[in-house]
Each structure stands twice: as C-alpha cells, then as structure tokens.
C-alpha cells in the first residue's frame, strides 16, 4: 500500500488525465510512472515536473537510455522504489 496519496489512471479528471495521457505515451512500459503519480494531487507542479523531464532526457551526450540507466542507477543507490 503506498504511503503518498495519488490519484489513480482510470479516476484522472480534467487536466490531470491530459498530463497522464502524455506521460503514458512518452513512457517506455506505456503507464503513467509512479513518481509522477506521487504529485497527482498537485497538476500545477506535476507538470512543472513533466516538463523539465523532457530536458533532462533529450538527447545530447547521452541517449535517452543512458539518461534512464543513471537515473534508475541513482535510485537504487538511494533504496528508492519509485
């Protein structure tokens, strides 16, 4: 059960569903990520956040999967799930 309050894909309203529907498409499983999900309940940040992703993982010096290997990398370094 997790600990921060999100709101679910299928409960997605109004500007949060068009934020989740981009996230979902531009996701490599084809779901809205969980780290996005934790800031369901705040679409003004979510999409700040949504939005300086897109930067972090453009392509320049690295590729788009190496930006994935060192974040995820990163993650399970801090024991982090998300």
Do not use: W
């Not at 997790?2 to 498409?25: F, H, N, T």
């Not at 788009?64 to 060192?70: D, F, K, L, N, P």
Request: positive net charge; aromatic residues 6%.
């Amino acid at each position: 059960m997790a600990r921060i309050k999100m709101v679910a894909e299928d409960e997605a309203e109004g500007p949060l569903a068009e934020i989740y529907a981009r996230a979902k498409a531009r996701s490599v499983a084809g779901v809205v990520p969980e780290i996005l999900r934790t800031m369901s309940l705040r679409p003004d940040f979510l999409t700040a956040i949504n939005e300086a992703s897109r930067l972090h993982f453009t392509d320049g010096a690295l590729t788009r999967a190496q930006h994935e290997m060192v974040a995820s990398y990163v993650s399970a370094l801090n024991k982090c799930r998300y």
